[in-house]
């Protein structure tokens, strides 16, 4: 048995989360906010079975997409700011960061 643990972009959160129910995985969503945009994220936990593993990564490969999105830096820490102009940078942002771990055992009551 894994723990799948995949954090996606709350745009992608309610599609990811009907497309694993309607193909009959459980998943436990928690909110959490991401450390580079500190935008809000979803992170799901997934109890799957081994030979199971490949089904899970196709409906959450499906079903979050990476997008461009303009964002604009923050100002200088150190030195003065009256000179600094921030410009909009595009990065890329959504998709899913996926992490798969062994579970020893689990229970349910």
Not at 9 to 34: H, I
Not at 51 to 59: A, K, L, P
Not at 91 to 101: E, I, S
Request: aromatic letters at 8%; charged letters at 20%; a neutral charge.
């Amino acid at each position: 048995m894994k723990l799948v643990i995949a954090v996606v972009q709350d745009k992608d959160s309610n599609r990811l989360s009907n497309a694993l129910v309607k193909e009959g995985f459980r998943a436990t969503k928690l909110a959490s906010t991401g450390g580079f945009l500190k935008a809000g994220n979803t992170t799901f936990m997934i109890g799957i079975e081994d030979e199971r593993i490949h089904e899970v990564f196709h409906v959450i490969k499906s079903n979050c997409k990476v997008r461009e999105q303009l964002v604009t830096p923050v100002s200088p820490m150190g030195g003065t700011t009256d000179s600094y102009i921030p410009f909009p940078v595009e990065v890329q942002v959504g998709g899913a960061a996926v992490f798969v771990l062994p579970v020893e055992r689990f229970e349910h009551f």
